[in-house]
Nanobody, 124 residues
């Protein structure tokens, strides 16, 4: 059974840092694009960051550019999201997703495997 499991969420003060991890099991995702998305209470899910299969191309939402870094370790079948300078508006459930058909990121519509999410709460 293919699974994506997020971890690393929690409560942090504004200005602090967290590192999210997304561990894949059931198959390897080393040849696939992966990404992070988030959904705040009462809001629609939004794109945060994405990375291609080799880690050579990375994409960020304008709201997190310069503060968040996406990376991957294909040997560990894991994707990370390093979040620095966190703001209260970053509070959301963060989801990991994978595109099992493409190596390059092609948008949220290509993501066909999703984790259950991890909650990040940033206090002011």
């Amino acid at each position: 059974q293919v699974q994506l499991v997020e971890s690393g969420g929690g409560l942090v003060q504004a200005g602090g840092s967290l590192r999210l991890s997304c561990a894949a099991s059931g198959r390897t995702f080393s040849s696939n694009a992966m990404g992070w998305f988030r959904q705040a209470p009462g809001k629609e899910r939004e794109f945060v960051a994405a990375i291609n299969w080799s880690g050579t191309k990375r994409y960020y939402a304008d709201s997190v550019k310069g503060r968040f870094t996406i990376s991957r370790d294909n040997a560990k079948n894991t994707v990370y999201l390093q979040m620095n300078s966190l703001k209260p508006e970053d509070t959301a459930v963060y989801y990991c997703a994978a595109d099992t058909d493409y190596r390059e990121y092609r948008g949220v519509d290509g993501m066909d495997h999703w984790g259950k999410g991890t909650l990040v709460t940033v206090s002011s």
